[in-house]
């Protein structure tokens, strides 16, 4: 479905923070998040299992005030970085939508 979508560079996402990225495919938008930690980043589609609404309030605020959780804004379900897995809230035990991504050459890309 992908085809090797440069989305930003590693950069880009401070270490330890998120970004959302919005990509126009034509056929609608795509709205991601990318977490970073160190060289690694976290991908997950921008909708809340919940509901189905996008989790931020403010553009690239996905954190809670740990920065160890992503918290929807709407209900306050809260998942973990590195899976997307819903630890609290009405979705507990549900996962965000993981979005397959490369790291390389300072680039985070769509694959
Ligand atoms: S829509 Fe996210 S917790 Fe309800």
Redesign the pocket.
């Known amino acids: 479905m992908h085809k090797d979508i440069p989305l930003c560079r590693l950069e880009d996402i401070s270490d330890g923070g998120a970004k959302g990225i919005e990509l126009d495919r034509g056929e609608g938008f795509l709205d991601l998040i990318l977490l970073r930690r160190g060289m690694q980043v976290y991908a997950y589609t921008n909708r809340?299992?919940?509901?189905?609404?996008p989790?931020e309030t403010f553009p690239d605020k996905f954190l809670d005030q740990t920065g160890e959780l992503l918290i929807?804004s709407?209900?306050?379900?809260r998942f973990r970085v590195k899976d997307g897995f819903c630890v609290e809230?009405?979705?507990e035990g549900a996962f965000l939508e993981q979005v397959p991504i490369r790291v390389s050459g300072g680039t985070v890309t769509l694959v």
Do not use: I, V
């Not at 709407?74 to 379900?77: C, F, S």
């Open positions: 809340c299992p919940h509901k189905g609404t989790l929807c709407t209900h306050g379900a809230g009405p979705c």
